[in-house]
């Protein structure tokens, strides 16, 4: 008998961490951006698990801080900063990322995810290690992977002629926490 869970926004978080190059990189800000619409499903056959797949709608983006800068990210920038990011993702015509496993392997810290990941029309071959906690009543999860924009055909946001840029390669971050009967 497969079981499956889902998880959500509601059992924890996705995060984004960008940071900043090009000669004047001291002037941008390193950012941390939240997603906030997020499904995550893993298919189990006994004890183990046998499928996962993480689905984020990209539109879901919420900037939570900018740290380095001239000065700190004000609302309004925050909004261009979204805006800005939108538009080198193309949400409107893939309102999607999307990652799932070809196989699951299990390792002394949790599971080696590995399987394909959709950005902007793109798939890559990707592995994601996956940390897991028994907490007694629930197990936590989390993972930390790196992502280059560029191999999806995202253009990082760029300003002052490019003196100023979103570096290539950002950080995601997943942090989970699901019941054991659930």
Same mark, same amino acid.
């Given at each position: +008998? ?16 960008? !940071? ?37 709608? $990209?539109?879901?983006f ?16 925050k ?5 800005? #990011? ?41 592995? $994601? ?11 936590? +999860? ?16 760029s300003?002052? +002629? ?7 390669? $950002?950080?995601?971050?997943?942090? #989970? $926490?699901?019941?054991?009967? !659930?």
């Amino acid at each position: +008998m497969t079981v499956v869970w889902t998880l959500d926004a509601s059992d924890g978080e996705l995060l984004i961490r960008t !940071g900043v190059s090009g000669r004047a990189a001291r002037m941008g800000h390193r950012l941390s951006v939240a997603m906030k619409r997020w499904q995550a499903t893993v298919g189990w056959a006994g004890t183990e698990p046998v499928s996962a797949e993480l689905t984020v709608e $990209v539109d879901s983006f919420e900037v939570l801080r900018g740290e380095g800068g001239v000065k700190g990210l004000s609302g309004p920038e925050k909004a261009l900063v979204k805006s800005n #990011a939108l538009k080198s993702l193309n949400a409107g015509r893939y309102p999607e990322i999307r990652f799932t496993t070809d196989t699951i392997d299990k390792t002394d810290e949790g599971y080696r995810l590995t399987g394909k990941l959709h950005i902007r029309g793109k798939s890559g071959e990707h592995v $994601v290690d996956l940390r897991t906690e028994d907490l007694g009543e629930a197990w936590q +999860m989390s993972a930390e992977t790196s992502v280059r924009q560029t191999e999806y055909g995202v253009k990082p946001y760029s300003l002052l +002629m490019g003196s100023v840029r979103v570096a290539d390669q $950002v950080s995601v971050s997943f942090t #989970a $926490v699901h019941a054991k009967g !659930g």
